[in-house]
């Protein structure tokens, strides 16, 4: 079982930056991945960007060279810096930690922090 708490939402205006958190209940080297999945209003979760135990990444073509995740070991968090953000960046942001043990993959989810982008 993995508990995954977001924060560091907001409102922000075009062009600025947020960096969200994501805190593990325990030590994210047991967690095969984490990633982060955003969701606008009238549409489906979508990934975002993700980060594996091995510290391999991959991003969604509308955030690339834009967003970056980053993890903390020490801290069991993961990080999404988010620069130039436009007002299509609007969505709630969920953190997942994917782990798989015996051949079975659990996906454990947060409860979501919104971010907003608007002048």
């Known amino acids: 079982q993995v508990q995954v708490v977001e924060s560091g939402g907001g409102l922000v205006q075009p062009g600025g930056s947020l960096r969200l958190s994501c805190a593990a209940s325990?030590?994210?080297?047991?967690?095969?991945?984490m990633g982060w999945y955003r969701q606008a209003p009238g549409k489906e979760r979508e990934l975002v960007a993700a980060i594996t135990s091995g510290g391999s990444t991959n991003y969604a073509d509308s955030v690339k060279d834009r967003f970056t995740i980053s993890r903390d070991n020490a801290k069991n968090t993961v990080y999404l810096q988010m620069n130039s953000l436009k007002p299509e960046d609007t969505a709630a942001y969920f953190c997942k930690a994917v782990v798989v043990r015996w051949g079975a993959q659990y996906d454990y989810w947060g409860q979501g922090t919104q971010v907003t982008v608007s002048s």
């Open positions: 325990r030590s994210i080297f047991s967690i095969n991945a």
